[in-house]
């Protein structure tokens, strides 16, 4: 159980972390400009696979951050160890 709880601290630091480092105006300028370069609400597909790939990998980093900012924390936990182990 104690390993439950260091893995939920830690997820719950790492969100709070997320959030003080995006908030403000100067967060939102830079979110701003995460979520284009990111393609956060845009396709990733591209006929040339080698560029398809790095698309889908700055969007995961977009995906990454928004988890952060947005999910709850029992939602951070279950996405990021499902078995809640």
Known sequence: MAVVQAARDFLVSRAQAYKRTFSGIYGERVLGDLAGFCRADASTFNPDPRVEG????????????????????????????????
Do not use: A, C
């Open 54 to 85: 790095i698309l889908q990998g700055r969007r995961e980093v977009w995906l990454r951050v928004t988890k952060h900012l947005n999910l709850t924390d029992d939602q951070l936990q279950r996405h990021f160890n499902p078995t809640g182990e």
